[in-house]
Nanobody
C-alpha cells in the first residue's frame, strides 16, 4: 500500500506561481512513476506531468504546460514536486498526485488539492 499526501494548492493571480508537493509513504518499490493530473469542473481528468524514479529520471509533460511547469522528485524522501509558473486561468483545477509501480502495477491517488488562477 502507498499513501499520498498533497500540499501547496491555493489561489493565485494570472502570471503567478505555485509549487505543489506530494509525499508518498508505505511500501514503495524503487521502480515507479509519479506524476500530477488535474480535473477542471465538467472535464475529464488529464495528465499534467510525470517523472520516473531512478538517477536518470524521465519526464513527460502535457503540451499545455510545457515551458511553464516543471516536475521534479526527491527519491530519498519519496516526494514529487510540481513548480507551476506563469499560471493561466485555464490551469484552474483540482490537482491529483499519482503513483504507479513498475513492479506490480499498483496505483495510488492523492486526495487532490485545489488550484485557482483568478484576478
Amino acid at each position: 500500500q502507498v499513501q499520498l499526501v498533497e500540499s501547496g494548492g491555493g489561489l493565485v493571480q494570472p502570471g503567478g506561481s505555485l509549487r505543489l508537493s506530494c509525499a508518498a509513504s508505505g511500501t514503495i518499490f524503487r521502480l515507479n512513476v509519479m506524476g500530477w493530473y488535474r480535473q477542471a469542473p465538467g472535464k475529464q481528468r488529464e495528465l499534467v506531468a510525470t517523472i520516473t524514479s531512478g538517477g536518470s529520471a524521465t519526464t513527460n509533460y502535457a503540451d499545455s504546460v510545457k515551458g511553464r511547469f516543471t516536475i521534479s522528485r526527491d527519491n530519498a524522501e519519496n516526494t514529487v514536486y510540481l513548480q507551476m509558473n506563469n499560471l493561466k486561468p485555464e490551469d484552474t483545477a483540482v490537482y491529483y498526485c499519482n503513483f504507479r509501480s513498475f513492479i506490480n502495477g499498483f496505483e495510488a491517488w492523492g486526495q487532490g488539492t485545489q488550484v485557482t488562477v483568478s484576478s
